[in-house]
């Protein structure tokens, strides 16, 4: 038998003064990969392991301290109300205390502890994940995009090469879980996509995209606390795994959400976090990001010895490297006629993106989707604003169906002309064109008209009846497009 390593004993010097603290403590103590975790009846504490590994260097006591405060500081972004702060363990290795006015001999980070039913990953296990948490989740992270820091092209961090290194690391990972030519094909993906996507990836970069994110957005590490989302444990060792595209952060989540049976809700959050942060332009680079993501979530659970859950993010993986069917369909109605609620539920059966003419308009004028124009004193529905709002719709349809996905413009579509731009681009693009037209009777319009607050639309019983005026019906040849879906 080997003799035991330096590391090996500061390792089992440490497991034994946090045993001895969480008996002090009346703890229950869970050991994670790399770290222990103390779990009282309303706080935690997070003490990192003595450890040396390839990605990560815990040795010495001031680098525990250095990755606990940076725990603490990354954190308190999106989980403030639990993250308190850092603490130190004073005394000595046989009678450690949490806190005291002695030298540190080891330090943690202090948490409150929340209910394991709060946890995302939990509801979507019981099926008690609504389509509200997922709405909220989706504009938290929009919001916290849109905020964090920005990284320096010279940083170095999630360049091309590095990418494509690191998906690939991620797949020798995850290959014990593969059978026949999966990894192979895998491997011709990963590598022809990070071949084309370069280009993509450096523009993003140089564009602003590349930000301090959270690292690890799986649904384990969300929670709802009375319709409060919080994201914890974000990535603190590894600059790297955090510095990188803010469609890199919410591909993690649409993953976990697609890998977890629930499609629809992945397309929810992404649909709604597309209209809050309004980055089609980076959906082309969503696929990669689900793949690597997915495989690299097989990885942890091969390592973890679950292997029908590493299975099952495998095939999320193959899911996403297999484009599926691909059309630009277009609404087609007046204000409360049901547009865009007919739009959300295709979007959720069909895994498209929709791009709502009322958000983007808002948009161009700064505005966020419930802001009220009018109050401000802006015209933002005059001829020129509707010109610029349809040029934005079209090129965000054009991004989204070079992602490979369907896409569907949440527009009133009434003049003739709307529908045949939206057409020339289905040709163009060479992918099917489908109208979906919408209709109520007039007292069902005016009544959803009247009850609609906090909707992006500021569409009212007026503007109605303008578009009702100018409205074209459609055509025995636009016709044939129609699709009762």
């Given amino acids: 038998m080997p003799a035991p390593t330096h590391a090996d004993a500061a390792l089992a010097a440490s497991a034994a003064l946090v045993a001895r603290l969480a008996e002090r403590e009346q703890a229950e103590l869970i050991e994670t990969h790399l770290s222990w975790v103390l779990l009282g009846a309303?706080?935690?504490?997070?003490?990192?392991k003595p450890l040396r590994?390839?990605?990560?260097?815990?040795?010495?006591?001031?680098a525990r301290e250095h990755f606990c405060q940076e725990e603490w500081r990354l954190n308190r972004r999106l989980a403030p109300s639990i993250y308190r702060d850092v603490v130190a363990i004073t005394g000595s290795p046989?009678?450690?205390?949490?806190?005291?006015?002695?030298?540190?001999i080891e330090v943690a980070v202090r948490m409150r502890r929340f209910e394991a039913h709060a946890l995302l990953s939990e509801r979507l296990r019981t099926?008690?994940?609504?389509?509200?948490?997922?709405?909220?989740?989706?504009?938290?992270?929009?919001r916290f995009h849109a905020t964090a820091p920005m990284a320096s092209p010279d940083d170095g961090f999630a360049t091309p090469e590095r990418r494509s290194?690191?998906?690939q690391a991620a797949l020798a990972g995850a290959a014990p879980a593969c059978r026949g030519d999966e990894a192979i094909r895998l491997g011709h993906w990963l590598h022809a996509q990070a071949a084309t996507l370069a280009p993509l990836w450096s523009d993003r970069l140089a564009q602003g995209r590349l930000r301090e994110c959270h690292g690890d957005l799986h649904l384990a590490n969300l929670i709802d606390e009375d319709g409060v989302i919080s994201a914890f444990d974000g990535i603190e060792f590894d600059p790297a795994l955090r510095w990188i595209d803010v469609i890199d952060d919410i591909a993690f989540v649409v993953m976990d959400l697609h890998a977890g049976g629930r499609a629809d809700l992945a397309f929810r959050l992404l649909n709604r976090w597309l209209d809050g942060s309004g980055d089609h332009a980076g959906l082309p680079?969503?696929?990669?990001?689900?793949?690597y993501r997915a495989l690299v979530r097989t990885q942890v659970s091969l390592l973890q010895g679950q292997g029908d859950l590493a299975r099952r993010y495998l095939d999320c993986a193959?899911?996403?490297?297999?484009?599926?069917?691909?059309?630009?369909?277009?609404?087609?109605?007046?204000?409360?006629s049901g547009k865009s609620h007919v739009s959300q539920r295709l979007l959720e059966q069909h895994g498209a993106i929709r791009v709502r003419a009322d958000v983007e308009r808002k948009r161009l004028f700064g505005l966020a989707a419930d802001a009220n124009s009018r109050a401000l004193g802006l015209n933002i529905y005059d001829r020129a604003?509707?010109?610029?709002?349809?040029?934005?719709?079209?090129?965000?349809?054009?991004?989204?169906?070079?992602?490979?996905?369907?896409?569907?413009?949440?527009a009133a579509h009434l003049r003739k002309t709307e529908c045949a731009r939206a057409a020339r681009l289905a040709k163009t693009l060479r992918v099917p064109f489908r109208i979906v037209p919408c209709e109520a009777p007039d007292e069902v319009l005016r009544q959803r008209i009247a009850q609609r607050h906090g909707d992006a639309s500021e569409a009212d019983v007026a503007v109605m009846e303008h578009l009702r005026t100018v409205a074209q019906a459609l055509s025995p040849a636009e016709q044939a497009f129609i699709w009762r879906a």
């Fill in 42 to 48: 309303s706080v935690a504490y997070k003490i990192k």
């Fill in 53 to 62: 590994l390839p990605f990560v260097d815990y040795t010495s006591l001031a």
């Fill in 94 to 104: 046989d009678a450690p205390i949490l806190g005291g006015s002695g030298p540190a």
């Fill in 127 to 142: 099926g008690t994940l609504t389509p509200g948490t997922v709405d909220a989740c989706a504009d938290m992270l929009a």
């Fill in 165 to 167: 290194a690191t998906a």
């Fill in 285 to 291: 680079t969503l696929r990669f990001a689900v793949v």
């Fill in 318 to 336: 193959l899911h996403w490297i297999e484009p599926g069917p691909t059309w630009l369909a277009i609404m087609n109605g007046l204000p409360g």
């Fill in 385 to 410: 604003s509707g010109e610029r709002t349809y040029a934005a719709l079209l090129a965000a349809a054009r991004a989204a169906i070079g992602s490979q996905l369907p896409v569907i413009l949440d």
